[in-house]
C-alpha cells in the first residue's frame, strides 16, 4: 500500500461545529445540527477564533507591510480604508527602516508611551531610528521619531511585521484561518465554549477543558520562533 502524496487536507467551519457537537454527545454520528444549533455556533467559533488571538504570536500570523513615509509626517494610522490600508496589526513586532537605494536596513527601537510621552520636540526631522505603535479598536496609530523629512521621504520605506488578527468565519462553509495542527484544538474548544448552553455536568466540562488545553498547548508549542538567544548590555542613548 502507498501513502497519498498529499497533504492539503482542510476542513470547514460545519465540521468543527458537527464535532463539537459530537464531543457534548448532543449530535450522533452522521448527524447534522439544526439552524439554531449551526448560528449558535458559529458565534460562538468566530469569539473562541478572536479570544486566541490574545494567545500570542504564532509564526504563521506574523506578516510583513511596506509602507511609505510622507514629509513632515510622524504618525500614520493602519487599518483597513485608513492612511496605511492594510488590517490593523495587533502588535508590530519590528520595524525596519530601509534605504531604497542601498536596500541597507535600520532596525527602529520600539518604544513604550511613556518613552515615547518623554521624547522631547516630536517634531524634530531626521531620519526615524524609533517608533511607537498604539493600537485601537479598529486602528492602530503608528508614531515614529523623528520626524521625516522629504529626503527621508523620498529614500526610504518602513517593512512592518506585525501579528495580523485572524479572519472571521463569515460562512460556515468557510475554511478556518489557521494550519491544519490547529483543527483539532479548535473543535475541542468550540466544544468547552458550548457545554454550559447543552447542560453539560461541571465534572464533565472541567474533563474536557483538561482534554482541550493539552491540544491547544500542542498546537501553541509547535508554533513559537526556534532560535539563539543573546543578552548584552544596551549602549544605545537614543
Known amino acids: 500500500m502507498s501513502t497519498s502524496g498529499s497533504a492539503d487536507y482542510s476542513t470547514s467551519a460545519l465540521n468543527i461545529i458537527k464535532r463539537a457537537l459530537r464531543l457534548l454527545g448532543v449530535l450522533p454520528s452522521g448527524g447534522s445540527p439544526t439552524t439554531a444549533q449551526t448560528n449558535d455556533a458559529m458565534y460562538a467559533l468566530n469569539t473562541l477564533a478572536k479570544s486566541w488571538m490574545a494567545d500570542g504570536m504564532p509564526l504563521w500570523a506574523i506578516k510583513s507591510?511596506?509602507?511609505?513615509?510622507?514629509?513632515?509626517?510622524?504618525?500614520?494610522?493602519?487599518g483597513d480604508s485608513q492612511t496605511v490600508n492594510t488590517p490593523?496589526?495587533?502588535?508590530i513586532t519590528q520595524v525596519l527602516n530601509r534605504n531604497i537605494t542601498s536596500f541597507v536596513d535600520i532596525p527602529m527601537r520600539g518604544l513604550t508611551r511613556q518613552e515615547y510621552n518623554m521624547l522631547g520636540n516630536k517634531t524634530v526631522e531626521?531620519?526615524?531610528?524609533?517608533?511607537?505603535?498604539?493600537?485601537?479598536?479598529?486602528?492602530?496609530?503608528?508614531?515614529?521619531?523623528?520626524t521625516p523629512s522629504s529626503v527621508e521621504a523620498a529614500g526610504n520605506t518602513l517593512i512592518l511585521f506585525y501579528q495580523r488578527p485572524f479572519e472571521d468565519f463569515d460562512s460556515n462553509t468557510d475554511e478556518p484561518d489557521f494550519p491544519q495542527e490547529w483543527f483539532d484544538a479548535l473543535a475541542y474548544g468550540l466544544a468547552c465554549r458550548l457545554a454550559p448552553e447543552y447542560g453539560i455536568s461541571l465534572q464533565d466540562r472541567k474533563q474536557l477543558w483538561q482534554e482541550m488545553t493539552i491540544i491547544k498547548q500542542e498546537a501553541l508549542n509547535f508554533g513559537l520562533e526556534e532560535g539563539s538567544m543573546f543578552f548584552q548590555r544596551d549602549f544605545r542613548n537614543w
Open 88 to 91: 490593523k496589526p495587533l502588535k
Open 65 to 78: 507591510y511596506t509602507m511609505s513615509l510622507t514629509d513632515g509626517v510622524n504618525s500614520y494610522r493602519i
Open 126 to 146: 531626521g531620519n526615524p531610528i524609533q517608533y511607537f505603535y498604539d493600537p485601537q479598536r479598529n486602528y492602530g496609530d503608528l508614531y515614529v521619531f523623528p
